[in-house]
């Protein structure tokens, strides 16, 4: 690593502007497929370094292209960069300005991160190898996400390998967290609308009860993961919603169910489905009320190649140190950079930023979430080294 000593050097000199930069994004957030001014702002900064630069890749998306002066791979390094409906509670001077929106899971980090790394290599584009490709993505959060998109708008195009990085809040700054094969779930989601018969609440025998329906098919559906599911298959199976009715003695006319599946089996993910659509019909079908099911596939489980994921765990050791180089267990969370991964090698790490003496120590999504902001210094040096490793 001493050879890169000097890129981490100028990355460290970086860091104030990238804390501003990053600042400016956490002040001014923008919503999943709603980005305007966020991706203009990544386009002219990688445009002042002399990046060739495409906009409006899959809609939203900015690649940037630099050519190095070696022969080597093109290696493409992700970043994310929407924010969520979550009404920032921190208070600090960049505190969110948009009402109602924050960037309450990190992508800032990522994005100022990424552009930290432009920078660095195109002062040294000469001794780069190959080409590097810089994705900053829009709409991460929100199915159907932006990476698919961009990848069929070619920023994949000759691409070798990729690399993602996510700053993670449940780990202490200075940590970097690996994980080989499957690491992130596929998360879908279903919506279920009972049809009933509505009535008074004193004469139920003259209705169709939908919300009893919907009671017992909630417990009825947690019978697929505990019954019918391959115990080996991890699996989840949540109900979020339920709702039916607005007066207490009034039985309702209709009620609304909705949930999300986790998986990472391709097969346990088809059963489930077809469970869910069995299981509604003949629980309603014996109360004498109809339904109608709608399930929406999100994004695929992410699958880490061993070959990447081992090249990035020796480089956090010699970075970090070996104790601080973690194995992560699968994760029920979702990415959808698992696009991605199906069509090149690559991996999905995460960097650690937790420090509770800033306040750094809500979880991803909640209305205080932050991270130490140094944790873009470690991301920064890893996709570095991934480069030249």
């Known amino acids: 690593m001493k050879k890169l000593d000097g890129l981490f050097s100028r990355l460290l000199e970086l860091y104030p502007e990238l804390v501003e930069f990053r600042r400016d994004l956490h002040m001014y957030p923008e919503l999943s497929f709603q980005e305007v001014v966020t991706p203009q702002k990544v386009a002219d900064y990688l445009l002042a370094l002399g990046l060739d630069v495409n906009t409006g890749v899959g809609g939203r998306g900015v690649v940037g292209i630099l050519t190095g002066g070696k022969p080597g791979k093109t290696v493409a390094l992700r970043a994310d960069f929407d924010a969520l409906p979550i009404q920032d509670e921190k208070e600090v001077p960049y505190k969110s300005r948009i009402p109602g929106v924050m960037h309450a899971c990190g992508h800032d980090i990522h994005t100022a991160a990424l552009l930290g790394v432009a920078k660095v290599l195109s002062e040294v584009k000469e001794e780069v190898p190959g080409k590097v490709v810089f994705i900053h993505q829009f709409a991460e959060e929100q199915i159907p996400g932006g990476a698919q998109a961009m990848i069929e708008d070619g920023c994949l195009d000759a691409v070798d390998v990729i690399y993602g990085a996510h700053v993670w809040a449940a780990e202490p700054l200075g940590t970097v967290g690996v994980g080989e ?209």
Request: charged share 20%; proline share 6%; with cysteine.
């Open 181 to 389: 094969g499957a690491m992130m779930a596929a998360a879908d989601s279903f919506e279920i609308e009972i049809q009933g018969k509505g009535g008074h609440g004193a004469t139920p025998h003259l209705t169709v009860d939908p919300l009893v329906a919907g009671s017992q098919l909630v417990l009825n559906l947690q019978h697929i993961a505990s019954r019918r599911v391959n115990p080996l298959h991890p699996v989840v199976l949540t109900v979020g919603t339920f709702s039916a009715g607005q007066a207490f003695n009034v039985i309702p006319d209709t009620a609304k169910i909705t949930g999300t599946v986790r998986t990472f089996d391709d097969s346990a993910r088809d059963l489930i489905e077809d469970s869910i659509k069995q299981i509604t019909a003949s629980t309603c079908e014996g109360a004498g009320a109809t339904a109608r099911v709608e399930y929406t596939r999100g994004y695929p489980a992410v699958w880490n190649h061993p070959e990447e994921t081992k090249k990035v765990e020796e480089l956090a050791k010699l970075l970090l140190g070996p104790e601080n180089v973690k194995r992560f267990e699968p994760m029920m969370g979702a990415e959808d950079f698992a696009y991605y991964l199906q069509k090149i090698p690559g991996t999905f790490f995460f960097v650690g930023g937790a420090n509770p003496e800033i306040g750094a120590e809500y979880p991803h999504h909640h209305p205080k979430f932050d991270v130490d902001e140094r944790s873009m210094i470690n991301l920064g040096k890893l996709f570095i080294s991934a480069i030249f490793g």
